[in-house]
């Protein structure tokens, strides 16, 4: 294992406080390293929580994975005044080996980014929750893994995969996907990846959308880009009109090559929340 | 090789028109593809140019690598009113296998955006040159690569290198640096790294700085933090105050694993121009 690390036992620790030092004006860490927060809390709006804690009147926006479902379903419980989006954007497979269901994936950052800007205008929790369930529903992603993730306590890859493979469909945690396959050119990856989205969103993928190409974390922005390049061509000649787009590192496997194209498909509404200003770590724009 | 492309002969080109594609608010693609610029040029404004290209009235920026060098040289021979930053801040090797004296590295991104506000100023052409020297003198950077880049056309690793073993020094092409040792912790490989940089800046090494933790590309954020989070500790418990930070992979190697630390020593005046709005394809803050 090749990491930049100092102890398989203190990495998260180490790297969540490089994460809040490089960001301090607008991050905090919570106790127990449990958690990362905004540094200034808004009183009066709608609080999102995205993987981890619980709170009181706030938004869960949660991937589906069982373990997270169930975790946030506990909190839930526990708590008043919590609704919940559950995203479920991977058109890989219907099932896997974390899901009942499809597995929420890049797409979730689509969500966070446009019910993130509804929540910081003020808009209340319940039209929130529905505006999150109609990005997601506009939203499908799929991924391609080139290389394993190796997790650093297992200190080896997570799958073997052969030097001329590609594992079509592979989750974030590195989990199966839809098939093996032979390296193939970009341009004939994108096409799989392409129809399978535009085959799933059926009579939606027409007209205005945000395209997302996503990195794993070993993948380089030159690639990206040449992916971007090719999904561009063939959702436009099947009349989607790209408007918005995003390429870079966001939704990663520690450091897996691959990407994921991630479509959704945008109203004038969320086309105006994504526009909105934001400043986090991984996203700023505006302000 | 495992990359996404279709054909090495039109790697750079797909890739080009992806990025200029992806950034079509704000970029611009050249002819016969030779280069990329802003959109829209601000006339009265001295222009900046680097990597390539030649002009009027202009700035170059140029890392000091000797084809590089000898290009622009004869570029502004060629034309008028054009003054050069030859960027060195590389205190791995004094010499290398592309250049004469030290290799412009990662620190040239600090020169240019840092040059780059006061041009956006209105800062006219010998004032911007004064500075942008100023800045590059204030500069150091070291990095260390876990693993060869793969150039496309090559099909195979510029160099080998044994699965427990990196290498100090690095160059950006993948050229040899100062030492091949073993795998080390990351407090030990930054405490190498920052010892060179402030030994080499020496009296100049103390009060507020820039922190750049910068990824070669097949190294994911979460361990790029944690180098962050050690360097940070060793810079600060010697008389540095980290007043800035950047942590991402800005000056990459195509799939290199590895990273290069950088330090930029702040004045007054150049925490301000890093402060000032930019709007690129790589930063984009206060707009």
Known sequence: MKKFLNSVDTVLTE??????????DILAIGDEHKFVRRKTLKPGKVALISGGGSGHGCLFIVKNYEGDV?????AAEMSDGVLQVVTNDDVAVENSSYTTGRRGVAGTLVVEKIVG?????????PELKALGDRVNAATRSMGVALTSCTVPAAGRPTFDIGHN???FGVGIHGEPGRRRDDLKGADAIAEEICTAILGDLGDR???????????????PSM??????????????????TVTRSLVGSYVTSLDMAGCSITLTMLE???????DAPV??????WGM
Chains 1, 2 share one sequence.
């Open 223 to 240: 690639e990206l880009y040449l992916m971007y390049n090719s999904a561009r061509k063939i959702f436009e000649k099947r009349g989607v």
């Open 279 to 284: 400043h986090t770590a991984a996203l700023r």
């Open 117 to 125: 800007a509804a929540a910081e205008q003020g808009m209340p929790l």
């Open 15 to 24: 790297s969540l406080d490089g994460f809040v030092a490089a960001h301090s």
């Open 70 to 74: 169930m975790n946030f379903d506990m």
């Open 165 to 167: 493979e590609m594992e």
């Open 205 to 219: 993928a027409w007209g205005p959308a945000l395209l997302f190409v996503n990195g794993f974390g070993g993948t």
């Open 268 to 274: 004038d509404e969320t086309t105006a929340l994504w």
